[in-house]
């Protein structure tokens, strides 16, 4: 793959605006994807609302505080033409009507936890049903509905902050969370991020944002080709709740251990209980990296554009999802529907339901411990 090179310059970092506050100071209202900055300026949960962008010579990135949502991702194309390739809105008004997870951090627990139930040191806790039966996203006042506190220190390097308050949710302990999002020399973005807690709780945080690597939702992603370094994934039931079984991705269409075509994949059983059960993949994959960062968990190749995504991070799973709900019944960015299997998320993880799944890797947060979790987005034309 061939990488794109950058080197920050002098001036850049001798100018860098130290932004102490939500209030993000620029010298253009707009951006190269042509968002305008005043239309994410609202209130909202009492707290305001702004767009930041962090850019290189060769990417661009706009970020809300709200939900800490990734908007808009520039990055070139095969002919060095700017594509915005995440999914998203161009206003605040249009994330606030509906919720959804358009590009957000999901938290306190990212994907389902089922029945809304389980046991912490004899407690049974109890979060907001927001699913259906189940919980899912840190129920019904998740992370991906607040407004976090915002620190632009330069182009580079944006800092997200926001403390959940004991109870919120359901979910137990006061908890700080910090994110950082760094857009590298190697023209990836790197999500950091940390958490501490006062009481016992559990944390699993990840980005939501739907990718779709041609820069036009109306293409599906099914000719995209997919890698996902991970021999066993985990089986869900018709609710989409994990099982509990891990098995293996051998002569199944979950094997992407060799890149394939997402539909080339469908094809070795399209009639399988486990693509009926949620219309696609919307599944958990569990990892071979071992937590190595630098060792890659998945990428994404659209032969349309020539992008490819490399997803690293030292989570221990990763959950792909190809967008099977959308159903044209909202636009986006100028104004396009989102479309069924218009987008693939990858979203780095502890497994789905591991509160109630003793055996799996602990989402188990004490006092005095710090959380850290590490996802990166690394870009490149291949």
Not at 278 to 292: C, P
């Amino acid at each position: 793959m061939l990488k794109l090179k950058y080197n920050f310059s002098l001036f850049a970092f001798a100018t860098a605006i130290v932004i102490l506050s939500c209030v993000q100071k620029a010298t253009n209202s707009k951006v190269k994807s042509s968002l305008e900055k005043a239309n994410f300026e609202a209130i909202v949960n009492g707290d305001s609302t702004h767009l930041f962008t962090l850019k290189n010579p060769h990417m661009e990135v706009g970020i809300t505080n709200y939900g800490g949502r990734i908007v808009s991702l520039l990055v070139p194309d095969k002919n060095n033409s700017p594509l915005d390739v995440v999914l998203g809105f161009d206003n605040i008004q249009d994330y606030l009507a509906k919720p959804n997870s358009f590009g957000a951090t999901m938290g306190r627990v990212t994907n389902r936890i089922a029945n809304g139930t389980f046991v912490l040191d004899g407690d049974t806790i109890r979060i907001d049903k927001n699913n259906g039966q189940h919980a899912i996203h840190g129920g019904s006042k998740g992370w991906r509905q607040q407004v976090f506190k915002g620190n632009q220190r330069n182009d580079s390097t944006l800092f997200l902050s926001y403390r959940s308050p004991d109870g919120e949710s359901g979910f137990p302990g006061n908890v700080e969370v910090n994110i950082q999002y760094t857009l590298t020399q190697n023209n990836a973005l790197r999500i950091d991020y940390t958490a501490k807690s006062d009481k016992k709780t559990v944390i699993n945080l990840t980005n939501h944002s739907f990718f779709n690597l041609s820069g036009n939702p109306q293409n599906i992603v099914l000719d995209d080709i997919l890698f996902v370094n991970a021999g066993y994934f985990t089986p869900v039931d018709s609710q989409a709740i994990p099982t509990g079984k891990i098995v293996p991705v051998l002569n199944t269409p979950f094997d992407f251990t060799t890149p394939i075509k997402i539909k080339d994949a469908i094809k070795r059983d399209s009639t399988s209980e486990q693509l009926r059960f949620v219309s696609g993949f919307d599944h958990n994959w569990v990892l071979d990296t071992k937590g190595n960062l630098n060792d890659p968990a998945a990428s994404v190749y659209s032969p349309i554009s020539g992008i490819k995504l490399t997803v690293y991070t030292d989570e221990p799973g990763i959950q792909v999802y190809t967008a099977n709900t959308l159903d044209q019944s909202q636009k986006g960015k100028k104004n396009i529907p989102f479309r069924k299997y218009g987008a693939i998320c990858l979203e780095t993880q502890h497994f789905p339901d591991t509160p109630n799944k003793p055996s799996w890797p602990s989402i188990v947060l004490n006092p005095g411990e710090k959380y850290h979790s590490t996802c990166i987005y690394e870009f490149g034309i291949e």
